[in-house]
């Protein structure tokens, strides 16, 4: 979906700032445990693995939530969304809680009943991604091919600054889950993942620093060039 998760290529960020080597996974303790609790979190409010999902519940969280809380606190907004979602959590428990532990001393939302409207396409732990389908790859290496330029309601893994644009099919890549139903619980759908170079300037213009850009795109993001 078009939200403030779809950051890539757009301007006004600044440079980018790479870890050093010695610089520790976790630069504090709290980081550690907002990762462990939203894996977890994750698989109980999708009923087992979906990155897919998860992934979804982090690009509909609002500017502040998604930037103001940093990388792992980002982790945490999402799998609050995604456990109140789910019925997990009451909405507001987790600000209730907050009060509480502060001393304000607030009667806390009661622990809700599960949710019976959905069955989650859960994905077992390990399965992975990768696929197998029974269809020949649509594109073949070295065509050119254009990225479709969809607004996607929902969840979707085609970067919004390569739609419309022309790219160069470099690699047929192992055939994979497709994200877009996936993470709406509607069935796998795998499909060929390609690896489509783009040339900076097909995407932001002549006056942009030459380089190409390559990027996997699913075989349903991508169109022949007539």
Known sequence: MDGIADMGGTPGWGPTHPPSRDEPIFAEEWQGRAFALALLSSRIACGGQNTDAFRHALERLDRAAYLDDGYYGRWLNGAELMLTESAVLAPGAIDARVR????????????????TD?????????????????????????????????????????????????????????????????????????????????????????????????????????????
């Open 100 to 115: 509480t532990l502060r001393g304000e001393h607030l009667e806390e939302p009661p622990i809700p009943a599960a949710r």
């Open 118 to 226: 959905r069955a989650p396409a859960a994905v077992a732990p390990g399965a992975g991604s990768l696929r197998s389908v029974g269809t020949a790859p649509a594109f073949a290496v070295g065509e050119r091919v254009r990225a479709k330029d969809l607004s996607v309601p929902g969840h979707t893994r085609l970067p919004g600054y390569v739609r419309g644009h022309i790219g160069v099919v470099e690699l047929i890549q192992p055939a994979a889950v497709l994200p877009d139903t996936n993470a709406h619980f509607r069935g796998e759908n795998p499909q060929h993942v390609y690896s489509v170079r783009f040339d900076s300037r097909e995407l932001w213009g002549a006056a942009a620093e030459p380089f190409g850009l390559t990027v996997e795109l699913f075989e349903s993001y991508l169109e022949t060039i007539s």
